[in-house]
């Protein structure tokens, strides 16, 4: 194999930890069709997005340690193949019951798979080194939501929502091949690594550490906020603003589109700011757009000219949180990275099920639950973040 760089390194976990993005934002414009094969609301249906989210948090959990203990190859390849597997069985699905099993084994598989992503970054580089190159990573990683509805629309013209989940599974195994013949173990098998008990004191001790957890607020609650907007829009554009199936993707594809632009200027601010100046800035603009959304439906001025707009800076607001907040809490668990993201994964995909759940769970035909969710998201993660983490995000801006 070639020397690893950190092209190479972003270019590889960017095609793996696309699995994520292609499996929730590729089926979204075919929702209402999926609702009526399965005889179900197009509410309940949306909850699969959750119950995918709850199973990608618990996957994390479970096969960041493993990976820590086997390497990152084997557990990388097993969840991509369970990936695979279950996204064909899904092809088939007639019950609401069945798809939401489905949709949770499916992302048991994709969490095995994600979570090595920003370990195997985090075996090689690290500190501003890694904080670009997760960033680099990201922004590669935006083509695949700012792709996904606009492919789920044509593969759902051409047939059905069926060859959504078909192309889902014929993603997963050119990742297989790819990662397969390109990328060397970085870690490498450690019968020493912590066993199931020493796992538990692990992720405790992940938990006991404020400032890493402050970080951890942030991102989640950021995630959290983006997905309120995810499980909401299919409602909120095709029935709230009567946008057709094929004009979905264009109005979705516009927050990709920002959240790639704030990685890229991401990078550029890296090379004068430390990632928690950068990270502080993105949350302070996702809380300012998330009020005056509040504030926009409160008075009645609702439409798609005022309201994509905010969205589309609110949900792009992730490219300046996501890399940086992650960047700075690995720097704080270098010898249990797989751990440590395995637990920021889980919390930060938990706290996206729950906004999920608090959007479509109760089925009111409105767009208050996802702005609310959206705005007390953005609320507590900015604060959380200065509440557990200002000691250190004092220091740093004053050393930067």
Known sequence: MSPITPRRIALLVAANTAIAPLAIDAYLPAIPALARTVDASVHLTELSVSLF??????????????????????????????????????????????????????????????????????????????????????????????????????????????????????????VMWLLHRYLPETHGRDPDAPNFVQVLGNYRSVLAHREAMGYICAVSMSFAGMFAFITGSPFLYMEYFDLSPAAYPFVFGANIVVMSASNRVNIRLLRYFTPQNNLLWGLAIQLTMGLVLLAVFALGWDSLYTVVPLLVVFVGMQGLIGPNAMSSMLDHFPHMSATATAMQGSIQFSCGALAGVLVGGFQIPSAWPMVLTMVGASIIGNVGVRVLSGHALRQTSTTA
Not at 104 to 114: R, T
Not at 152 to 165: E, K, N, P, T
């Open 53 to 174: 989210l709850f199973g990608f948090a618990l996957g994390q959990l479970i096969f960041g340690p493993l990976s820590d203990r086997l390497g990152r190859r084997p557990v990388l390849l097993g969840g991509v193949s369970v990936f695979l597997l279950t996204s064909l069985a899904i092809t088939q699905v007639e019950s609401l019951e069945m798809l939401w099993a489905l949709r949770f084994l499916q992302a048991l598989g994709g969490g095995a798979s994600v979570v090595n992503s920003a370990a195997i970054v985090r075996d090689c580089f690290s500190g501003r080194e890694a904080a670009k190159v997760l960033s680099t990573m990201v922004m590669i990683l935006m083509l695949a939501p700012l792709v996904a509805p606009a492919l789920g629309s044509v593969l759902l013209y051409l047939a059905d929502w069926w060859l959504i989940f078909a192309f889902l599974a014929g993603y997963a195994g050119f």
